[in-house]
């Protein structure tokens, strides 16, 4: 009488990305033949759900293997260097040279981004962040005018594991400020002593020549 034959499981997952944020919680879908799941998420972490989620507290590239009896599968994710990214979207109509900064639980500005010029009606570079919200400002065309977008507009909020779009156009308010911020400036402090109060950005850039 002949004996039973063995199955042979295949091992296999997928996942809807390749690419993550920080702290974004990631489902790998088994698609294994077999019965029995070992899944190794390549930062110290393990598994034996079926499709398990997980997520990375520090970025870089992760081999995610998983077990299915003799069967191996791996799968790399690479994780961003923030939970969020964002990039500046001029649409004034004029080469812009612009800034980007946050500010800490106290006020005071941190991660400060010099974006350097921006052209009309295209976007900037894309940087990851760990911060919340965003401020953005830069300088008249033609003058030594530095100004900082005001509200309603700032600061922007970032909505986590997506690329935000921070857009100026004509019709963004500012304020005309008086220095440029640093790590001892607050950002009140900036609004406070700005040089002129709220204004439109089309108002201000048609008081110049834009070369």
């Not at 944020?21 to 998420?41: A, K, V």
């Not at 799968?75 to 979207?89: E, L, M, R, S």
């Not at 911060?131 to 922007?156: C, K, Q, R």
């Amino acid at each position: 009488m002949m004996g039973a034959c063995k199955k042979d499981y295949t091992a296999g997952f997928n996942t809807s990305l390749s690419n993550y944020y920080l702290n974004q919680s990631i489902t790998f879908n088994n698609t294994s033949t077999g019965g029995t799941s070992s899944w190794d998420f390549g930062d110290g972490a393990k598994s034996t759900d079926k499709s398990p989620s997980h997520s990375y507290n520090q970025p870089g590239d992760y081999n995610v293997t998983l077990t299915d009896g003799s069967s191996v599968a791996t799968q790399k994710v690479t994780i961003y260097h923030g939970t969020a990214a964002f990039k500046v979207d001029n649409e004034t109509g004029v080469n812009l040279s612009l800034f980007t900064f946050s500010a800490d639980a106290s006020d005071y500005e941190i991660d400060y981004i010099d974006q350097g010029t921006v052209n009309a009606s295209t976007q900037g570079t894309v940087y990851y962040t760990t911060d919340s919200t965003i401020y953005v400002g830069g300088t008249l065309p033609g003058t030594d005018s530095t100004f900082l977008v005001a509200p309603p507009n700032y600061p922007y909020v970032l909505t986590k594991n997506t690329v935000n779009t921070l857009s100026i156009d004509g019709n963004t308010n500012i304020y005309i400020l008086n220095s440029l911020p640093d790590k001892k400036t607050k950002v009140q402090n900036l609004q406070s002593k700005a040089l002129a109060r709220k204004t439109n950005m089309v108002k201000m850039l048609a008081k110049h020549t834009v070369q």
